[in-house]
């Protein structure tokens, strides 16, 4: 069939915030950069613009493609009825919970994608021209990074990132190995933790004209371990670059590379986000070899970090099954007294194919009117082992309020801009707030519908 344009949709539920969204999708920036330049493509994300309105604009030459993760896919679902309506006749979704749980993607997609889709996308374009399509495209095959998807300049120019959206996501690292209870990550990224060529990346820092940036890495602080010498090698290119800052999420572990934390810190990195997960020792099964639950090893490692004026986020879940109520007000505690610069504090939240959901499936353990909208990390969506749901949500709620107080985020923030030097503070303050600010507004949506 002749494409009259592509269409790929990124849902999303938090709108402008301050003037910009909070992000574009680097997956659907790298998929629209694989389609042929004689084929028009367009990104349309809700959060910069609701999109319900444009896709009653698409017909049946259309090609519309949707990514997706647990929490978005019934707006994912939302989104293919009406533009089935305005005449579309192939919907093809990909993303995160289409690779974790096809079959309840394929009730209501044409095609659906599972894995990456860097190798299968431009074969649907193809197969979709030749009326050749397939339901079900799979890419589980982790392959080399090296060369895959570079973006066009066609695509940066038409998402123009700096004007409407707040981060600039950025991938270095793909994978990771550990296989915490909870995480998706083996499953969507694969479990062998693979590179991006150097020169790649910092090719495409300068195309995009980049200052700043977050990666989108699952755990970009394995490569300390994995891979030292690819890691000061990336570090090295990246001093010499114009950066303002960039941040990623990691483990632990980073704080026993202090000449790599050196490097890192003349490479522009400002901060870390540290999954601990638990201060709960007896959580350490859970959470796959990267931490024990122990407070002592994390106030070191937060240490070891900062010394190098770097900053530090620590990630907490709570809701394990050894978890009660105590262990929310020991995390409180714990980021009262650790030196941290922002904290996020968030619902176990059991996500398909995770061996945490599995268990739970075998104890009967969902709570069944909790669809995935409220996958959201912000509401408890089964029964705990040792709490009551009730005692589990007033507790949070208790715990968060403290967490996420105006005081709380402004003596975080300050601690963090006080140890950059009096010249650089304008530039970081924002940085400084911002990401409590976020945890805050995740907090949030759990009184945003009914719980
Ligand atoms: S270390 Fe992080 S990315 Fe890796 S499996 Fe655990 S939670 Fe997921």
Not at 152 to 169: A, G, H, K, L
Not at 258 to 265: E, F, G, V
Request: aromatic fraction near 12%.
């Amino acid at each position: 069939m002749e494409i009259r344009k592509i269409v790929l949709i990124q849902p999303g539920r938090e709108g402008r915030i301050f003037g910009k969204a909070p992000a574009a999708s680097y997956t659907l920036m790298r998929l629209a950069s694989l389609v042929p330049d004689d084929i028009d493509v367009e990104i349309w994300h809700n959060d910069w613009e609701p999109v319900e309105k444009k896709l009653r604009s698409l017909g049946k030459h259309d090609l519309v493609g949707i990514t997706a993760k647990t929490l978005e896919v019934e707006q994912a679902e939302h989104f293919a009825q009406i533009a089935r309506e305005a005449g579309v006749e192939t919907i093809v979704v990909g993303g995160n919970h289409a690779t974790l749980m096809p079959e309840d993607v394929k009730r209501w997609a044409d095609v659906v994608v599972t894995g990456e889709a860097y190798r299968t996308w431009p074969k649907i374009i193809a197969d979709f021209q030749n009326d050749t399509l397939q339901p079900h495209y799979d890419d589980t095959e982790w392959a080399d990074l090296k060369g895959v998807a570079p973006l066009t300049d066609r695509v940066i120019n038409q998402v123009d990132e700096r004007r409407r959206f707040w981060t600039p996501m950025m991938e270095i690292t793909r994978g990771c190995p550990r296989n915490c209870s909870f995480c998706t990550a083996i499953r969507v990224s694969g479990q062998k933790m693979r590179f991006r060529p150097v020169e790649e990346i910092v090719e495409e820092i300068e195309r995009r004209k980049l200052d700043r940036f977050f990666l989108t890495d699952d755990n970009f602080g394995l490569s300390f371990i994995i891979d030292p010498e690819y890691t000061e090698r990336l570090f090295l290119a990246l001093e010499k670059l114009p950066l303002r800052g960039w941040t990623t999420q990691a483990e632990m572990a980073v704080s026993n590379h202090p000449d790599l934390l050196k490097l890192a810190k003349r490479a522009h990195l400002d901060k870390f986000f540290i999954g601990f997960e638990s201060v709960n020792p007896d959580n350490w099964r859970e959470l796959g070899g990267k931490s024990k639950g122990l407070i002592k090893q994390y106030q070191a490692s937060i240490k070891g970090i900062q010394e190098h004026g770097i900053g530090v986020v620590g990630l907490f879940v709570f809701g394990f099954d050894n978890d009660t109520p105590k262990v929310m007000w020991d995390t409180w505690e714990f980021g009262k007294n650790s030196g941290l610069d922002s904290m996020s504090t968030t619902v176990l939240t059991p996500y398909p194919g995770t061996p945490f959901r599995n268990q739970l499936l075998q104890e009967d353990r969902l709570i069944p009117d909790k669809t995935w909208r409220y996958y959201d990390t912000a509401h408890v969506v089964y029964y705990p082992k040792q709490m009551t749901v009730p005692e589990f949500e007033q507790e949070y709620d208790k715990v968060c309020r403290a967490i996420y107080s105006p005081y709380r985020i402004a003596q975080r923030g300050l601690r963090a801009l006080a140890r950059h030097p009096i010249r650089r503070m304008p530039a970081k303050a924002f940085g400084s707030f911002s990401t409590d600010y976020g945890y805050r507004r995740t907090f949030a949506w759990r009184h945003a519908f009914s719980s």
